[in-house]
């Protein structure tokens, strides 16, 4: 089943075709562009084509990025876009296209006071690091004054996308081990979220266990096989979290990302193992899960057994080993987060809508004694 997820860059001439394109939309990370090697692969297709550049932005875009973007995008209207880079780039480009056919104000749609009606020109993704699974989902990302938001339609959800693992044979160790990390979270936060189907967990679990197998020879070694089987992990990640978003560490990540500059992955993991043991000891009176007590217990026992982990304390060790060796932080302190105080402001943050999908119950004050172990 996973094979066919493997697009090649060298389909896109095709969809190009396809779609009978005669203008394109370029939202590209420069250096992604260019040392992936997706500059050099599309050279010639796209000399084809009148194409308007859009690199105006920066890692996890501001709405300020995303506004940029769509006056480029209306100055130039254009058939379809291509979105190539990280999350960061997919999301911009999936925001702008959408954004720049509708007439509401970005920053009203973005906060939810108004609403997605039209749908944009198509998009194409084409993810140069193997982690956020944002070519598989209908989320985008952006920031407003330091606060994230996520902006979720159908009508975001890219109509194509390339999962080419030659184009992340260059990417940097930092890059491999960050993005990594997301896709192996966004795998376990998938399948125990409050909203997995059966079909998101079966995503999930093959995502967790390629990600489980093969993230430390891909930071360490990074073969050709090992980046395969990290850029399925992250397209399956993807598409879990497309069905059942993403729980409490990511909530917790973000202000993480924004206010210790840690990179996206590397902040949601800092958290997975606490949260991890929390979830485990889940009550009856705690449990948010619908399906009950029992069905959280039994879908902690199935990540254990995806793992091939015999106790949560086995997970813990053998994650935070992981974190270790492929040179990741693997605790608050680590990232400069050493007092109370710290902690309480980051815990401010949190996005309760995303706490609301965790498998069990989490307050201000349980978050708290949560973490405060992991920084003192
Ligand atoms: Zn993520």
Same mark, same amino acid.
């Given at each position: ?18 779609? @009978?394109?005669?203008?394109? !939309?370029? &939202?590209?990370?420069? #250096?992604?562009?260019?040392? *992936?090697? =997706?500059?050099?692969? %599309? ?90 699974? @944002?070519?598989?989902?209908? !989320?985008? &990302?952006?920031?407003? #004054?330091?606060?994230?938001? *996520?902006? =979720?339609?159908?009508? %975001? ?108 992955? =590397?902040?949601?993991? %800092? ?106």
């Amino acid at each position: 089943m996973t094979e066919n997820l493997l697009i090649p860059i060298s389909e896109i001439p095709a969809i190009l075709k396809k779609e @009978s394109v005669r203008k394109i !939309f370029l &939202v590209a990370d420069q #250096d992604a562009y260019r040392f *992936s090697g =997706a500059k050099e692969s %599309l050279e010639s297709c796209l000399s084809e084509y009148e194409v308007t550049l859009f690199d105006g932005f920066e890692l996890n875009p501001k709405l300020e990025d995303v506004i940029e973007g769509i006056k480029k995008f209306r100055g130039s209207p254009c058939d379809i876009t291509i979105a190539i880079g990280g999350g960061s780039a997919i999301d911009v480009a999936k925001l702008v296209a959408s954004f720049a056919a509708q007439s509401e104000d970005p920053k009203d749609i973005i906060c939810g006071e108004k609403e997605i009606t039209s749908k944009g020109v198509p998009v194409i993704a084409v993810p140069t690091t193997a982690g956020t699974g @944002s070519e598989a989902t209908h !989320f985008a &990302v952006v920031y407003i #004054d330091h606060v994230k938001y *996520s902006v =979720a339609h159908d009508y %975001l959800l890219p109509d194509y996308f390339i999962v080419d693992p030659s184009l992340t044979m260059s990417l940097p160790a930092l890059v491999t081990m960050s993005s990594g990390l997301d896709a192996l979270c966004q795998g376990i936060e998938s399948y125990w979220s409050v909203n997995s189907t059966e079909e998101s967990r079966s995503y999930a679990k093959q995502s967790i266990r390629l990600a489980w197998k093969n993230l430390k020879e891909t930071v360490l070694i990074s073969s050709g096989a090992n980046r395969e089987a990290m850029c399925l992990a992250s397209h399956l990640a993807g598409k879990g979290i497309n069905i059942s978003k993403t729980t409490a560490p990511h909530a917790f990540s973000y202000a993480i990302t924004t206010y210790y500059h840690v990179p996206h992955g =590397a902040a949601v993991a %800092l958290t997975l193992p606490e949260f991890f043991k929390f979830n485990s000891d889940v009550k009856d009176d705690d449990c948010q899960d619908s399906r009950g007590l029992q069905f959280v217990k039994n879908r902690i026992s199935d990540l254990l057994e995806i793992m091939e982990c015999h106790s949560v304390e086995e997970f813990i060790n053998q994650f935070k080993l992981l974190q270790r060796s492929i040179h990741a932080p693997s605790s608050l302190n680590e990232v400069g987060v050493n007092t109370l105080d710290q902690l309480d402001s980051l815990i401010k943050q949190v996005n309760p809508e995303r706490l609301a999908n965790n498998p069990r119950q989490l307050s201000e004050g349980i978050l708290k004694n949560l973490l405060r172990a992991s920084i003192l």
